[in-house]
């Protein structure tokens, strides 16, 4: 049963695009919704988190938005950069233990 | 330098055969947690450790075991009972009380059946 559905499964950006990964969530009691960087043959890290009682959170050339109403959240990378090539996870959250992950999108940034 | 340690980054096992997955955290967290990664289907929930000599079942814990004796250490059984075991494991673990969510992870091992 997949509770985090992400949205698209590859993306391809030039240099200094935009990089617009989706996810959507079916479970209300959720309350953190983090994103996970992942390049190859290492671990995931953390790279921008949010609860729901903001819309947007930015750090950096990353930001999240996040529509309560709707169930969704997206990952907004400006200046997309080759150095961002990697896949990322969306995952939410209530507790540590009920941690659901996205299934990935591989971000190349083309030069 | 605290971090979470896997080992071996690369395994190859042959069918029927069990296998333990290394996982040490010198970050004093309380939980531990030990996930699969296949390709497009993000990662799965093995087991869960929330304190020593207590751990839960997670989405996926069929042909996997688990002990929790030190808090530093998390070692992951595959034993010969999981039928596709072939799959990157990872390991990760966070501060249990602070309610940030943040999991750390190691850097995987990979599992590789012959």
């Known amino acids: 049963q997949q509770q985090v559905k992400q949205s698209p499964q590859s993306l391809i950006v030039q240099k200094g695009g935009i990089s617009i990964i989706n996810c959507a969530y079916e479970?209300?009691?959720?309350?953190?919704f983090p994103w996970y960087q992942q390049f190859p043959g290492k671990g995931p890290a953390l790279l921008i988190a949010i609860r729901p009682d903001v819309s947007e959170k930015k750090e950096g050339r990353f930001t999240i938005s996040f529509n309560k109403s709707a169930k969704q959240f997206s990952l907004h990378i400006m200046d997309s950069q080759p150095g961002d090539s990697a896949t990322y996870f969306c995952?939410?959250?209530?507790?540590?233990?009920?941690?659901?992950f996205g299934a990935g999108t591989r971000l190349t940034v083309k030069p | 330098d605290g971090g979470i340690t896997q080992s071996p980054k690369y395994l190859f096992r042959k069918e029927g055969q069990n296998v333990t997955l290394s996982c040490e955290q010198n970050?004093?967290?309380?939980?531990m947690y030990w996930y699969r990664q296949d390709p497009g289907q993000g990662l799965r929930l093995i087991y869960y450790s929330q304190i020593v000599n207590d751990f839960q079942k997670g989405d996926i814990a069929e042909g996997y075991s688990v002990s929790r004796e030190k808090k530093e250490s998390f070692p992951l059984t595959v034993t010969s009972a999981q039928k596709n075991p072939t799959a990157f494991y990872l390991c990760a673990s966070s501060i249990q009380r602070a309610g940030t969510g943040e999991l750390f992870f190691g850097e995987g091992s990979r599992l590789t059946v012959l």
């Open positions: 970050l004093n967290h309380d939980a």
């Open positions: 995952a939410a959250s209530k507790g540590n233990n009920d941690m659901r």
């Open positions: 479970n209300t009691a959720f309350d953190y």
